[in-house]
Structures are given as C-alpha cells and as structure tokens.
C-alpha cells in the first residue's frame, strides 16, 4: 500500500530460470510455464517455446516471438528478471562479441552473483543462430544437432543485445553459467536471435545485479523426474561453447534470407 493506493509489488533483486539446460538438452523441452506466465517473473529475458521451436524475447515488458504464436503456448527454457535501467556506459569503439564480452566481465563487481546485460547500439554487422526444433517426442540432444544450427548474419542494423551473465557455480542449471549469454532483437522488431559475433560501433551499456535465484523446475513431465542430468558431458561442453564461446552452426546465409 502506497499513499492509499495498491501498488504491485516486483521483486527487482531476483533472477529467474525456467528449466534448466541439463534437463532441455536430455529431452525434458516443455515446462507448464507459458508465455502469457512470464511477465509474473520479468520484463526482460530470453528463452524459447516447448521443443525449442520458436525463439521468444522480453524487453521493456514486450513479448516478441519470432513466429506467429499463442500466448499460452509452453515455454522449454528461459531467463528473465525485471530490469532495472541505470548507470548507463556508453561505449564509442568499435567491438566484436568478444570485445564485448571481456569488457562486461572487466566491469562486474564481483563474479559470485547474477546480472541482466542490456547493451543497444549500431552494428555494422550481427550474427545470429537458429538451432534446430524438435516435436514430440523430444530427443536427447547431441553436439552433431548444434552443429546444424544455422547462422544468420544481417549487416548495418541497430538493434538491443539482451543478455545474462551468470557465475559459474550455477552450471549445474545453466549451460553458459560463468559467462555471458546474449540475443538481439533489431529496433524494428523484425530480426532476433542468439548472437554469435557482432561488430558494434557504438552503444550504451546497462549492467543490471541480481541476488536471489527464482528456479521453476518441470511440475507435469514424468520424464523430468526419471532422467539422468549429471550426464552427457560432450553436450555439455557443446551447450558451454555455443553460448559463450559463439560457436554455432556451420552455414552462413544473410538475414534478408531469412523470415522474420
């Protein structure tokens, strides 16, 4: 209650996971969250639906999902906290996703907690990758799939990175955990995608800290409950590269190829 007035209370101090990449990459990809359920969560975030089959955004409380779907459609994973916007950097070199990258884990105060990454800017070039999608029944992943993600690269664009960093001793339910995980969203809203590599001429960056840990786990799946996540080291260290390292699939096509 403020000034009389019911106010909504938002934990801002708080990130919050939906699955856990161990269990999306054993096969367990559809949670009983929807994308209608996010907004209790967050404003800002990045995952995908139930079989990795469409990519789905949150920034500034809007939803944006790169096809055409429902609102109560199920989500497979996702990271999302509300964002608070202040202590802006602006950043007037040139930089690539690595670039980037060494200068965010430069400015963390400590490596021991979360943080939400907002950076928009211009790119003279972004690269994005699509993994593959999957139907019932969902498979186990392997590296070889990844490696079949296909790479978008899009050039003289501004757009928003959104991104997480997390530490590394949440790996267990995170496969970029001790790193930095980042998609786009263009300004016009028609192109996004896990980035990849990115040449970034100038921008202003947002690091956003975050002390508590939100985890919803699979409720409804057996198979949440029988599989094995300690396992399948090679596809954790393949989950590892891809969201850290930007190393995706093998093909390059231009982003115009592409639908948004």
């Known amino acids: 209650m403020k000034n009389g007035q019911n106010v909504e209370y938002r934990n801002t101090d708080v990130y919050t996971q939906v699955n856990t990449t161990a269990a999306l990459v054993a096969g367990v990809m559809e949670t009983e969250v929807t994308i209608r359920d996010l907004s209790e969560w967050g404003d800002f975030g990045l995952g995908c639906t139930k079989g990795m089959q469409e990519s789905v955004l949150l920034l500034d409380n809007q939803t944006y999902v790169n096809k055409v779907v429902k609102d109560d459609q199920k989500i497979g994973l996702f990271l999302l906290a509300f ?19 060494a200068y965010i884990d430069s400015a963390l105060p400590t490596p021991n907690i979360m943080y939400a990454v907002k950076c928009k800017g211009k790119f003279e070039s972004i690269q994005t990758s699509i993994p593959l999608s999957f139907q019932k029944p969902y498979p186990r992943v392997v590296p070889e799939m990844t490696d079949q993600s296909i790479n978008v690269e899009v050039d003289n664009i501004s757009g928003t ?81 891809w969201i850290k390292e930007g190393i995706g699939g093998k093909e390059i096509l231009p982003g115009a190829t592409i639908k948004a």
């Open 83 to 101: 964002f608070e916007e202040t202590n802006p950097v602006r950043l007037q070199q040139t930089m690539d996703l690595n670039d980037l990258r």
């Open 161 to 241: 990175i959104i991104a997480f960093w997390l530490p590394s001793f949440l790996s267990g339910i995170n496969g970029g955990a001790g790193g930095l995980h980042a998609h786009f969203i263009s300004d016009d809203r028609k192109f996004m995608g896990h980035v990849i590599d990115c040449k970034m001429t100038e921008g202003v960056l947002w690091i956003d800290a975050k002390h508590q840990l939100n985890l919803q786990l699979p409720k409804a799946d057996p198979a949440f409950y029988e599989v094995d996540l300690n396992g399948n080291e090679a596809m954790s260290r393949r989950v590892s590269e």
